[in-house]
């Protein structure tokens, strides 16, 4: 994985988590789904299991009024985390 796809797996992500709704989020969501579904095999097990985390924690984000900072703020490290190990590859 390179930084461009890096940066376009981000903008998915970041856009599903700051959707209103979980119905507005729907394109985003399942673009995000098929790019990261398209990674399996491609980048390690264990940052592909942490990007399906983040997925999963950016979909509650979106489906929820109550409590909602908080998955947003739980997807984000959550993203953080995975980004760090992806950019560690980048370096190497």
């Not at 940066?7 to 970041?14: D, E, G, S, T």
């Not at 409590?67 to 590859?89: P, V």
Request: proline fraction near 1%.
């Amino acid at each position: 994985m390179n930084s461009e796809q890096l940066n376009a797996l981000k903008q998915l992500v970041y856009g599903v988590i700051n959707s209103p709704t979980k119905k507005e989020a729907q394109s985003e969501l399942k673009r995000l789904e098929h790019k990261i579904y398209s990674l399996n095999g491609e980048i390690r097990a264990n940052q592909y299991n942490k990007l399906v985390e983040t997925m999963n924690y950016s979909k509650q984000a979106s489906a929820q009024s109550q409590d909602k900072e908080h998955w947003i703020s739980i997807a984000k490290q959550s993203w953080t985390f995975f980004e760090s190990l992806i950019k560690n590859d980048i370096e190497d």
